[in-house]
């Protein structure tokens, strides 16, 4: 796999193995003089258990919407790709994850959303040519045994090109700029689901996070030029992301991959769910 990535692989200096990665193995490393990330599936690793690795053109296409702008936001290039592993080398960013960075407030994370998406904007023919509508959860859901029918979606009308899993530990932040990581689900999705993802992420990494903060960042999206997000479109898709969330999770653990971490996933969204009066298999 590395010398379908780097054909100079005798060139490559290793550096170290980055931790934190649920699905992927992460290694930092140089290259023909540059700094580098290696990203390889684990061998336990099924397409069927997570969301379709992305053709070679869209993952390109994605990474040069993102960074048509000010580098206030943006994302590495990608050096190498393996479209058939979904292996690949793309550029160091040296920013901390926003998982390990000093609290944002919440009108920061919104006006950040209300960009990136924005940026995205021209993917969408791309995206639907591609088919991709709704970042793999019909498929992990049939995998998990629920009907996907069960879990309802927005019109198509109201998607945009979203990331798909816009959570801490695919962010970095430096405290003035944001790099975006991690494009595997990127797809058309309602902009709340996102906003769910980021806001619920950074909830669990014991932030003090304001009573009245999810309206704080919701508000901020609208601001900054993002449709407006209304508390019930907003609460639907925290929904959907806990449906998400957790077939992701019971699709890793069938697929053998079984971290503590994933097992806490399943089982944390799973009480959820129930909690809501669904009945998981």
Do not use: K
Request: negative net charge; contains cysteine.
């Amino acid at each position: 796999m590395l010398a379908s990535l780097c054909p100079d692989w005798r060139d490559v200096r290793w550096g170290e193995f980055l931790d934190g990665g649920y699905s992927n193995f992460n290694f930092r490393l140089r290259y023909q003089g540059r700094e580098c990330v290696l990203r390889v599936p684990p061998p336990q690793r099924t397409i069927a258990a997570d969301a379709s690795v992305l053709p070679e053109a869209l993952l390109m296409a994605t990474v040069a919407a993102c960074n048509a702008g000010p580098n206030l936001l943006s994302s590495p290039a990608i050096l190498a790709y393996n479209a058939t592993q979904g292996a690949q080398v793309s550029e160091w960013a040296p920013a901390p994850l926003l998982a390990e960075s000093a609290p944002v407030a919440p009108e920061r994370l919104g006006h950040m959303l209300a960009t990136f998406h924005a940026r995205l904007a021209p993917l969408r023919d791309l995206l639907v040519e591609h088919d991709r509508s709704d970042a793999g959860l019909a498929r992990l859901l049939e995998r998990a045994g629920v009907a996907p029918e069960q879990v309802q979606g927005p019109a198509a009308a109201d998607r945009v090109p979203a990331h798909g899993d816009l959570n801490p530990w695919n962010l970095l932040y430096d405290g003035v700029a944001w790099t975006v990581l991690d494009w595997e689900s990127v797809a058309l999705l309602e902009p709340a689901f996102d906003m769910a993802t980021l806001l619920e992420g950074v909830r669990g990494l014991g932030w003090p996070w304001p009573s009245d903060g999810d309206a704080r960042a919701l508000a901020a999206y609208a601001e900054h030029g993002g449709d407006a997000i209304s508390p019930r479109a907003f609460a639907a898709a925290l929904e959907r992301f806990e449906w998400r969330e957790w077939a992701w999770a019971v699709a890793q653990l069938r697929a053998g991959n079984r971290r503590d971490e994933i097992e806490a996933q399943r089982a944390t969204y799973g009480r959820r769910l129930r909690a809501r009066g669904h009945t998981l298999p």
